[in-house]
């Protein structure tokens, strides 16, 4: 069954992106980049390479490792994507979206870089760096 379009945005709109989820479970990522550029855990969702972005003058993209960028809004920082290289896959923070009422938390990655001054009572899948990119 395929996933539905949602519509999202950055704080001040001057970036709208509609995407299509994989599936509607979304994950914490703890690695230490995530915890750097956001202050905390990356919610986000994995939308492959179904992601559509309007307001590409208003977009910029930090080449943050050999692998991976993350994007945001020029004028009032949002973070929009973290997107792989090769694959042009994007995961995209889930705050972005304008409903994520039906979906799921379902997965935490480099789960042995999480500080332990916080959890999750959810139950989900736990995966280390090295289990997620081998």
């Known amino acids: 069954m395929a996933q539905p379009q949602h519509k999202g945005r950055c704080l001040c709109g001057a970036v709208t992106l509609t995407a299509t989820p994989n599936s509607h479970v979304f994950g914490a990522c703890h690695c230490k980049m995530c915890q750097r550029w956001g202050g905390g855990p990356l919610l986000a969702i994995v939308c492959g390479a179904n992601v559509v972005l309007d307001g590409e003058d208003d977009i910029a993209v930090f080449d943050s490792s050999e692998w991976a960028e993350r994007g945001f ?56 760096g090295k289990e997620v990119f081998g």
């Open 73 to 128: 809004c020029r004028q009032c920082g949002t973070h929009l994507f973290y997107r792989m290289k090769q694959e042009l896959t994007y995961a995209i923070p889930i705050g972005v979206f304008d409903d994520i009422e039906n979906w799921h938390f379902g997965e935490q990655i480099f789960i042995e870089d999480k500080p332990s001054c916080y959890s999750f009572a959810d139950q989900t899948v736990m995966k280390t």
